[in-house]
């Protein structure tokens, strides 16, 4: 083979590249590519210059070539982002930067109005520059708030050492890998040197043993490809001249060499880590990476970090700081941080932010002209008088007043009010066994309209179960009692499931109580065992009784025979002989079958097929997998119907034809991976909030429509689609074999079930699903999953599930939220919470929104009208930054209902402010501004006081404007009650008092209220009131509740009047 010296691996025949093309196919492609290119797995080890049992040659230089050519055995962690980088990315929201744009302004002109004298300003007591100061103060208080929240999210769940590693296999007994986690397929699959000889990392070895030659660690493995694809990673591949440069560690494998599947487990075990919040729950798990769990072996290492299997997943997923030259992307690191896409609620925010920015600078700009104009007229042509430099502090005096109304239309609140409520619903989501990592994906759920859930682990337990039998003659559905059973068909049942099972699998008690047992082992094999546990005995007694050392005989399952046997001694020269396997293959080696009385009664061909199609092909059908029972016994003498008379002389155990045959039948087993008996209603509860759930699985398409029956997904009489990946790709691909948008847009909305997925099918779903535009409402997409397979979909989707106990690191590393019960109920309360965050901070905006308008109207008109505002500067500022804080503390903190699963989800397109909201914001401000405008021009009449309509500016504060101030305080306090509701609800006090935080802070606010009015004086321009003053100010808030029902009630009338809801057009 030739090849450039300067390619890396060209000195031994075979270059990283390669092996890592080698390992990307499955089945019989891998096999192909590896008899066309390399003859054989011996050809590999030959170009990579390693011995088939001996390894590599134990020379120091070589081993270093070796690393420096391959990589190294670790994939290195990313560095994670600095506390002050998250200020610095808290710093760029918009909302923000006008705030602070404006507050700079602020203080640069309150310069020029301090030397203002001759304006008569003197008298305010409160510095001119106040404002700006406190508004920069608010900005700081945000930033460091949200980066401190980001931070703390960040360092819940740090990512450990693995060592991953991806090999052929060289030679393997009875070998049978797990490969669920890598490519979400329940079945076990055997492997072989001839038929298909690719080992994975991130996949777990059930059975048998074998030697292999590896040919991916670290993060060029499959488990590292993935890491690297989740950012988790401080490097990525390295092809292109120049490789990682890494440390190994002290137990790392060498590269490429011969391994037994044992050493591998070994380095696993040292190489395991812990997530704080899950220590107990990961003190015998391994890393990502291949794990042994029966039996020992040899393989030559072929791949190592980036070059495995893992370790190109893990890039794919972004989760390295290093290029394909092995050197830090900085620059590619920047452009995906700025493509990176804004939450839902972000990018409405954002929208909103601009509108209201424009919308302030609008008015801001028509108060300067309007008060310039008003001075020019008035002073160069009515009056006559010449232009004077002293007019220069008049004109900046009036462009203050232009940024005062700017500020004061900037919802300064609003930011804080997105951060309290984000902070709270994460430390209460935890409660409910939601650890966020990523705070927006806390509101996003809020939104979802879809969930693609997996299957195994997620919608289903993981851990097989029997769930039905066939004993005796008869058909259980519920499974039977060991005193229903016949006394001996049930000891012979209890007996060869204990026996006949590899003693390896077992089912131990949870280390948490109240958790299921723990199966270690052989999936099925712990469903027999556990349904033992169900008859109410204990295998392990009778294991103890039968050593494996006593056995007589054992036929290990294999894929020819599909049935493990044990012989078993009875003593006085007895034999007994227990046979598990597949089904029909056991039922035909049957010649006897027990009966409802324990009796044995012959068993015809007839019978057979009878029994194959009345229970086999029923179980089957309803996506179980069944499993048949059956013993055999050989006697000295006196046999008995269904005995063999052995005498003095042993069977030949060797001919296993002769002796496997004309067996008794116990039973038929139906196991299955059952779903989870939470699941159904939680879809139910989904699907009554209008969130579609669809399975995404690599089971067959018949297990996956009997689980997407059970769960729910699929009602009795559903048109929707049931998928396989090849059906699913012919549906959505062209002529050119690309994925057509438009031709997905025919598929996806019937979609329910996707079947013989893999990972790049998730992927196109979700992308797709996100991408389409076929619905007005843009597709908000959850996905869930637990096995490295699902991480790429985990890190496209806009919010991402992790199961905390039975997920991959992998997939926790690409999820937005780990769920650290595994349980889909608690996807539901995400739900919750992600809509009450969004109904929560929509609260605060319908409120805020309105203190903003009634607020410029009242400035802007008062301005225009009077050359000045009845809301002072300090006024304002109470009004604008501490009162908003406190309702954004009160409105954002309010507790999720089950009312919020009623309606449907808004979607990515629906706009923040909703019609109702528009109407409840316009509504309240008219009616706030006619009030204040009433006190204004007549209160003086109203209240019988003095009028401080036109008293001059160097005066003191005049009860007439505190009126007007303390009338709007009281509107706008009791308003915050109203603003509560935002979907038109009458009942605005409802669930109040299990707030206890809003009523607190109202009452706190009240009583700030009474102090700045009747104690304030010149710092707040007050005037103290008295009680009948007072209590003018609480009727006319009082009367903002009242004027809510009477707009609620206008337009329900009107809504039913017309039959349909009535929709304003009104979007940010």
């Known amino acids: 083979m030739s090849a450039s010296n300067n390619v890396p691996g060209s000195q031994y025949g075979v270059s990283p590249q390669q092996l890592r093309e080698l390992m990307e196919l499955r089945g019989a492609d891998a096999l192909q590519r590896l008899q066309e290119e390399y003859e054989s797995v011996e050809g590999v080890c030959q170009r990579l210059r390693t011995h088939s049992t001996e390894g590599v040659a134990n020379s120091t230089d070589d081993l270093l070539r070796r690393r420096e050519v391959f990589g190294a055995n670790e994939i290195p962690p990313k560095s994670p982002k600095s506390f002050l980088r998250l200020i610095w990315e808290a710093l760029k929201d918009t909302t923000l930067i006008i705030l602070q744009v404006a507050a700079v302004v602020s203080i640069c002109l309150s310069f020029f109005h301090a030397e203002d004298s001759f304006m008569g300003e003197e008298q305010e007591q409160a510095p001119p520059w106040i404002e700006g100061v406190a508004i920069l103060a608010a900005v700081v208080v945000v930033v460091f708030v949200t980066a401190f929240n980001d931070y703390s999210s960040l360092s819940q769940i740090k990512y450990g050492d693995m060592l991953p590693a991806d090999g052929l296999l060289i030679q393997g007994s009875d070998l049978k890998v797990d490969e669920s986690s890598l490519t979400g397929e329940s079945d076990h699959v055997t492997k072989t040197p001839v038929t298909d000889p690719m080992l994975f990392s991130g996949t777990t070895v059930m059975e048998g043993s074998g030697r292999m030659v590896v040919t991916a660690v670290g993060v060029n493995s499959q488990a590292g490809i993935i890491m690297t694809l989740l950012g988790a990673t401080a490097i990525q591949i390295g092809y292109a001249g120049k490789s990682p440069s890494c440390s190994a560690y002290p137990h790392a494998l060498t590269y490429p060499h011969i391994h037994t599947i044992e050493s591998i487990r070994q380095d696993y075990i040292w190489a395991s880590y812990r997530l704080p919040?899950?220590?107990?729950?990961?003190?015998?798990?391994?890393?990502?990476?291949?794990?042994?769990?029966?039996?020992?072996?040899?393989?030559?290492?072929?791949?190592?970090?980036?070059?495995?299997?893992?370790?190109?997943?893990?890039?794919l997923l972004g989760a390295t700081d290093k290029g394909k030259d092995g050197t830090k992307g900085?620059?590619?690191?920047?452009?995906?941080?700025?493509?990176?896409?804004?939450?839902?609620?972000?990018?409405?925010?954002?929208?909103?932010?601009?509108?209201?920015?424009?919308?302030?600078?609008?008015?801001?700009?028509?108060?300067?002209?309007?008060?310039?104009?008003?001075?020019?007229?008035?002073?160069?042509?009515?009056d006559g008088l010449p232009f004077s430099i002293r007019h220069m502090n008049t004109f900046v005096h009036h462009f203050i007043i232009g940024v005062t109304v700017l500020v004061v239309a900037v919802p300064e609140g609003l930011p804080l009010a997105v951060t309290i409520s984000l902070a709270f619903s994460v430390r209460k989501m935890m409660k409910d066994n939601n650890l966020v990592r990523h705070l927006?994906?806390?509101?996003?759920?809020?939104?979802?309209?879809?969930?693609?859930?997996?299957?195994?682990?997620?919608?289903?337990?993981?851990?097989?179960?029997?769930?039905?039998?066939?004993?005796?003659?008869?058909?259980?559905?519920?499974?039977?009692?060991?005193?229903?059973?016949?006394?001996?068909?049930?000891?012979?049942?209890?007996?060869?499931?204990?026996?006949?099972?590899?003693?390896?699998?077992?089912?131990?008690?949870?280390?948490?109580?109240?958790?299921?047992?723990?199966?270690?082992?052989?999936?099925?094999?712990?469903?027999?065992?556990?349904?033992?546990?169900?008859?109410?005995?204990?295998?392990?007694?009778?294991?103890?009784?039968?050593?494996?050392?006593?056995?007589?005989?054992?036929?290990?399952?294999?894929?020819?025979?599909?049935?493990?046997?044990?012989?078993?001694?009875?003593?006085?020269?007895g034999f007994r002989l227990f046979t598990k396997g597949a089904s029909e293959i056991v039922v035909k080696k049957c010649a006897y079958v027990?009966?409802?009385?324990?009796?044995?009664?012959?068993?015809?061909?007839?019978?057979?097929?009878?029994?194959?199609?009345?229970?086999?092909?029923?179980?089957?059908?309803?996506?179980?997998?069944?499993?048949?029972?059956?013993?055999?016994?050989?006697?000295?003498?006196?046999?008995?119907?269904?005995?063999?008379?052995?005498?003095?002389?042993?069977?030949?155990?060797?001919?296993?034809?002769?002796?496997?045959?004309?067996?008794?039948?116990?039973?038929?087993?139906?196991?299955?991976?059952?779903?989870?008996?939470?699941?159904?209603?939680?879809?139910?509860l989904c699907q009554r909030a209008g969130i579609t759930v669809r399975m995404v699985t690599g089971d067959n398409i018949n297990t996956a429509r009997s689980i997407a029956t059970k769960c729910g997904i699929l009602a009795p009489n559903d048109t929707g689609f049931v998928l396989d990946s090849k059906e699913f790709n012919q549906?959505?691909?062209?002529?050119?074999?690309?994925?057509?948008?438009?031709?997905?847009?025919q598929v996806w909305p019937r979609l329910r079930v996707l079947a013989r997925s893999s990972p790049q099918d998730k992927y196109i779903l979700v992308k797709g699903l996100i991408a389409s535009k076929a619905t007005p409402?843009?597709?908000?997409?959850?996905?869930?999953?637990?096995?490295?397979?699902?991480?790429?979909?985990?890190?496209?989707?806009?919010?991402?599930?992790?199961?905390?106990?039975?997920?991959?690191?992998?997939?926790?590393?690409?999820?937005?939220?780990?769920?650290?019960?595994?349980?889909?109920?608690?996807?539901?309360?995400?739900?919750?919470?992600?809509?009450?965050?969004?109904?929560?901070?929509?609260?605060?905006?319908?409120?805020?929104?309105?203190?903003?308008?009634?607020?410029?109207?009242?400035?802007?008109?008062?301005?225009?009208?009077?050359?000045?505002?009845?809301?002072?500067?300090?006024?304002?500022?109470?009004?604008?930054?501490?009162?908003d804080t406190l309702a954004s503390l009160a409105l954002a903190t309010e507790p999720p209902s089950r009312s919020l699963l009623h309606r449907q989800p808004y979607g990515r397109t629906k706009a923040?402010?909703?019609?109702?909201?528009?109407?409840?914001?316009?509504?309240?401000?008219?009616?706030?501004?006619?009030?204040?405008?009433?006190?204004?021009?007549?209160?003086?009449?109203?209240v019988d006081i003095e009028d401080g309509l036109y008293a001059e500016l160097g005066e003191p504060p005049s009860q007439h404007f505190t009126l007007v101030f303390n009338t709007f305080v009281m509107m706008t306090l009791f308003n915050e009650v109203n603003a509560r509701k935002i979907h038109g609800e009458h009942n605005v006090f409802e669930g109040i008092t299990k707030n206890p935080l809003f009523y607190c802070i109202w009452f706190v606010t009240f009583g700030a209220q009474v102090v700045i009015v009747q104690l304030g004086g010149l710092a707040f321009s007050t005037s103290a009131l008295n009680l009948e003053q007072w209590l003018w100010s609480i009727f006319f808030g009082i009367m903002t509740l009242l004027w809510s029902q009477v707009v609620n009630s206008i337009f329900s009338a009107i809504h039913y009047g017309k039959g349909r809801s009535l929709q304003v057009v009104f979007k940010f």
């Open 594 to 684: 027990l009966n409802e009385k324990g009796e044995v009664e012959t068993l015809s061909v007839e019978d057979q097929k009878k029994i194959e199609v009345d229970v086999i092909d029923r179980l089957a059908s309803e996506g179980l997998r069944t499993i048949g029972l059956a013993y055999k016994d050989f006697v000295p003498y006196h046999a008995e119907l269904s005995q063999v008379e052995i005498g003095s002389s042993p069977p030949d155990w060797d001919d296993m034809d002769e002796t496997v045959t004309n067996l008794t039948l116990l039973a038929i087993l139906g196991v299955e991976d059952p779903v989870r008996p939470e699941v159904p209603e939680a879809i139910h």
């Open 330 to 382: 900085k620059d590619k690191e920047k452009k995906q941080e700025e493509k990176t896409e804004k939450s839902v609620l972000q990018q409405k925010l954002s929208r909103l932010a601009i509108q209201i920015g424009y919308a302030g600078k609008t008015i801001a700009i028509l108060t300067i002209i309007i008060l310039v104009v008003k001075f020019s007229v008035k002073t160069y042509v009515m």
């Open 277 to 315: 919040w899950l220590r107990k729950a990961y003190a015998s798990k391994k890393c990502e990476g291949t794990t042994v769990m029966e039996g020992s072996g040899r393989m030559v290492v072929t791949a190592v970090g980036v070059n495995s299997q893992a370790g190109i997943i893990m890039t």
């Open 912 to 942: 923040l402010v909703s019609g109702v909201m528009l109407r409840n914001i316009l509504g309240q401000a008219v009616f706030m501004i006619l009030v204040i405008f009433l006190l204004l021009f007549y209160g003086h009449i109203l």
């Open 440 to 573: 927006d994906a806390c509101e996003t759920m809020g939104n979802a309209t879809t969930i693609c859930s997996d299957k195994t682990g997620t919608l289903t337990t993981n851990r097989m179960t029997v769930v039905a039998a066939h004993i005796g003659g008869q058909t259980y559905k519920t499974l039977p009692t060991y005193e229903v059973l016949p006394a001996n068909l049930a000891e012979l049942l209890v007996l060869g499931i204990s026996v006949n099972t590899n003693y390896t699998s077992k089912v131990v008690p949870s280390e948490v109580p109240g958790d299921l047992p723990k199966q270690i082992g052989n999936k099925t094999e712990c469903a027999l065992l556990g349904f033992v546990g169900e008859l109410g005995k204990n295998y392990q007694t009778i294991r103890n009784h039968y050593p494996e050392e006593k056995f007589v005989k054992v036929y290990t399952f294999n894929s020819a025979r599909k049935s493990m046997t044990t012989v078993i001694s009875l003593g006085v020269g």
């Open 731 to 745: 549906k959505i691909r062209d002529e050119k074999g690309e994925v057509s948008q438009e031709m997905f847009d």
């Open 777 to 883: 409402t843009r597709q908000v997409v959850a996905v869930t999953g637990d096995g490295t397979n699902d991480g790429p979909a985990l890190k496209m989707a806009d919010v991402g599930f992790a199961m905390g106990i039975t997920g991959t690191d992998v997939a926790k590393e690409a999820c937005d939220i780990v769920l650290t019960d595994d349980n889909f109920t608690s996807i539901v309360k995400a739900v919750m919470w992600g809509r009450n965050v969004y109904d929560s901070i929509a609260k605060f905006l319908q409120f805020q929104l309105t203190v903003n308008v009634v607020a410029v109207t009242i400035a802007f008109v008062s301005i225009c009208i009077i050359s000045d505002t009845p809301l002072k500067t300090v006024q304002m500022l109470w009004v604008n930054l501490i009162m």
